[in-house]
């Protein structure tokens, strides 16, 4: 099994920062995928960023260029810097670890709220 605990979120004026974390432990492959996934209310949940184990990031398009995602290996934490924040971000934000074996195996965070103000 795989546990996923997520740090940070919180309330944030348009224009600020906010950095999410995500610890994971138990039994991780060494080769997996990390990313974030939001939802909205009244919207179905999207993935907004991911890195795989080697390094090689994935962004939605509405977070190009504001949102960074990290990754630290040794510690299986995943990271989500999101600058130059807009109502529209406004959402739950899931960490997500993706195993992989003879298919995909997904875990998830409890998920943390990240609301934006105008």
């Known amino acids: 099994q795989v546990q996923l605990v997520e740090s940070g979120g919180g309330l944030v004026q348009a224009g600020g920062s906010l950095r999410l974390s995500c610890a994971a432990s138990?039994?991780?492959?060494?080769?997996?995928?990390m990313g974030w996934y939001r939802q909205a209310p009244g919207k179905q949940r999207e993935l907004v960023t991911s890195i795989t184990s080697g390094g090689t990031t994935n962004y939605v398009d509405s977070v190009k260029g504001r949102f960074t995602i990290s990754r630290d290996n040794a510690k299986n934490t995943v990271s989500l810097q999101m600058n130059s924040l807009k109502p529209e971000d406004t959402a739950v934000y899931y960490c997500n670890v993706g195993i992989f074996s003879l298919k995909r195996i997904d875990y998830w965070g409890q998920g943390t709220q990240v609301t934006v103000s105008s």
């Open positions: 138990g039994r991780i492959p060494s080769i997996n995928i």
